[in-house]
């Protein structure tokens, strides 16, 4: 499985910006970049996935580098309830889909 | 719309019983997914269905667990005889699609404790 590296926290105040990192070097072609959070005493939870354009919804923003070998989550005006661990996942292309491979993720603290 | 949900959301057993957690995934969603995540480690995939079908089941850990999806709908995770290394949470996840942008739905999980 192709793997990814996030560092192990991050910190923000509240409405501030942030922007969380994600390195995939090895990534491959067919390969998408899925972001999930974990809330507190939750199962995680979808916020976004891009393959090769920079991607936008309501809850995030996706920054693909052009070379597809890192990317970057970026939650526009950070919340107390952002607080969470987010986990960058290579969702492996062609018959390999289904099955999420979690890292260890980045712990975001978000202070009031 | 209901989400995932998983039964019991707690249970506390003794080494060598066993267990049955329960998922029910989102109606419509043909993919359903297990994993979990033990004390310490990463959240671990354990197997995929596809209806009542078992698409990968690479990730479960030894013969103790045995998964099923009868008709497609609700799935039962049982593990039998517990040991106390299978302590921890375990997650339902369900998808309609299978594609690059396919966005799994979790549940809350299911926490063991094994004594």
């Known amino acids: 499985d192709a793997k990814t590296t996030q560092p192990n926290s991050m910190e923000s105040n509240e409405e501030e910006p942030v922007h969380l990192p994600c390195n995939h070097s090895?990534?491959?072609?067919?390969?998408?970049i899925h972001w999930y959070r974990q809330l507190p005493s939750q199962g995680p939870e979808y916020v976004i996935h891009?393959?090769?354009s920079n991607v936008n919804n309501r809850m995030a923003s996706l920054a693909i580098a052009e070379d597809r070998k890192s990317s970057t989550l970026i939650l526009h005006r950070a919340t107390l309830r952002d607080a969470a661990v987010y986990y960058c996942i290579l969702y492996a292309g062609g018959t390999s889909y289904g099955k999420l491979t979690f890292g260890q993720g980045t712990i975001l603290t978000v202070h009031p | 719309e209901a989400g995932v949900t998983q039964f019991p959301s707690h249970s506390v057993i003794e080494k060598g019983q066993t267990v049955t957690l329960r998922c029910d995934p989102i109606s419509g969603h043909d993919n359903l997914y297990w994993y979990r995540r033990v004390m310490g480690k990463e959240i671990k995939f354990l197997l995929h269905f596809v209806k009542e079908s078992k698409q990968d089941e690479s990730g479960m850990p030894n013969n103790r667990f045995l998964a099923e999806r009868t008709g497609g709908t609700y799935s039962t995770l049982k593990v039998q005889p517990a040991e106390l290394e299978d302590s921890g949470v375990y997650f339902c996840?369900?998808?309609?699609?299978?594609?690059?942008?396919?966005?799994?739905?979790f549940g809350p999980g299911t926490r063991l404790t094994v004594l």
């Open positions: 891009g393959l090769t």
């Open positions: 090895t990534i491959s072609g067919t390969d998408y």
């Open positions: 996840a369900s998808s309609q699609a299978l594609a690059g942008g396919d966005e799994q739905f």
